[in-house]
């Protein structure tokens, strides 16, 4: 996708899901690989994109976007389902370059807003947002679809 300051952003495929799932565990999010190289081909099929910042070895950051239509929206929408950055590389550029690829994408799919949730504890990640142009909508809140065990 392109390159700034020797750190590549490009599309995650399966074959990345350990390099993932470890970015994901060093941020206190357990994981399995191989689960997660399934959803990382089903993502690819759909309509979503993952995305990977690499600048040597394991990825230094990571952004998930699906989008879809909404019956009030004039247009479909783009959601950020993952914003992580490596706690190392944090405070380099990294979740900007992410966003600002993950916006070029959603465009690109006819999507007119890139909407992110961030949970209330994460004041860096809002403040994070706010700083990049995204602007409060309110709260989000969640329904489990199945009974959980």
């Not at 950051?61 to 950020?80: D, P, R, T, Y």
């Not at 949970?119 to 602007?135: K, N, R, S």
Request: net charge positive; proline share 4%; hydrophobic share 50%.
């Amino acid at each position: 996708m392109g390159s700034r300051y020797g750190l590549a952003i490009r599309s995650a495929n399966a074959g990345d899901a350990d390099g993932i799932a470890e970015l994901m565990r060093s941020a206190g999010v357990s994981i399995d690989s191989r689960g997660l190289a399934s959803r990382l081909r089903a993502i690819a099929d759909q309509s979503g994109a993952v995305l990977l910042a690499l600048e040597w070895g394991p990825p230094s950051g990571v952004i998930a976007l699906n989008w879809a239509w909404e019956l009030a929206a004039e247009a479909k929408i783009a959601s950020v389902t993952m914003l992580l950055v490596d706690p190392e590389q944090r405070r380099k550029g990294v979740a900007r370059l992410l966003l600002k690829a993950a916006a070029q994408i959603a465009r690109s799919s006819d999507c007119h807003d890139l909407r992110l949730t961030a949970p209330i504890q994460a004041e860096h990640l809002q403040a994070f947002c706010l700083a990049t142009g995204f602007t409060e909508l309110g709260p989000s809140l969640v329904r489990p679809l199945r009974r959980r065990a």
